[in-house]
């Protein structure tokens, strides 16, 4: 089984500032790692997504995360955001070497970008 | 062209009534899923289909019944509705092998029950 944290439930920031939403996740299997975006009254886009590799991931809209299997966390990171940007952020886990993407999600972080 | 189109978008009705929410995907995918969203926007995996197969059944009251006619289509059928099933349900598909991990998600449908 899995669990996936994010420590914050809202993250209130201004036009241009750097970001960082925090997520850890706990497993007894080796899992793949996904950060999903809402926007108000739309479903899920996919940001960006550690299968292996290089532990920096880059993803769409200037967002990249880093991989920390030591202290299993993928914090997600713009260095300038926008106000476009607000919007809710899904970190989620699915389990290696299991067919299918069965993902299972943290509580979500609102991030409101404000000029 | 949408790629996980979901019918309706938005659903009003009265408790203990029945209704359907459709769900189809022009992906090429093999494996599709309901998923639960309620106030607090927490989501959580209800059923999983591979190539018309359940697969996945998280503990969801048998009120609710997933159909799939064909692996490109994922409907959902809510008996006897209840206040406690307003939530935005959304559907999603991805690739069945290990590995192809995307997901890929509707529009969701927001459904109210008064």
């Known amino acids: 089984a899995q669990s996936v944290t994010q420590l914050d439930s809202q993250v209130p920031v201004f036009e241009e500032a750097p970001v960082e939403l925090r997520c850890n996740y706990s497993?007894?299997?080796?899992?793949?790692l996904f950060w999903y975006v809402q926007y108000p009254n739309q479903g899920l886009q996919l940001l960006l997504k550690?299968?292996?590799?290089?532990?920096l991931v880059k993803g769409i809209n200037g967002f990249e995360a880093e991989f920390n299997k030591s202290q299993t966390s993928f914090h997600l990171r713009k260095p300038s955001v926008h106000i476009s940007d607000t919007a809710e952020y899904f970190c989620?886990?699915?389990?290696?070497?299991?067919?299918?993407?069965?993902?299972?999600f943290g509580e979500g972080t609102q991030l409101t970008v404000n000029p | 062209d949408t790629a996980v189109s979901q019918t309706p978008k938005y659903l009003v009705t009265q408790m203990g009534n029945d209704k359907s929410i459709k769900c189809e995907q022009n992906?090429?995918?093999?494996?599709m899923y309901w998923y639960k969203q309620d106030s607090k926007k927490f989501l959580k995996i209800m059923f999983s289909?591979?190539?018309?197969?359940?697969?996945i059944n998280e503990t969801v009251p048998n009120r609710f019944s997933p159909k799939s006619p064909d692996k490109a289509h994922l409907n959902l059928h809510i008996n006897s509705l209840e206040l406690g099933d307003s939530a935005v349900y959304f559907c999603a598909s991805s690739s069945w092998l290990p590995g192809d991990t995307e997901a890929f998600f509707g529009q969701g449908t927001r459904l109210t029950v008064v």
């Open positions: 989620a886990v699915s389990q290696r070497e299991t067919s299918g993407s069965r993902l299972t």
């Open positions: 550690y299968l292996s590799g290089s532990t």
């Open positions: 497993s007894s299997v080796s899992v793949y």
């Open positions: 992906l090429g995918h093999d494996t």
């Open positions: 289909y591979n190539n018309k197969e359940l697969i």
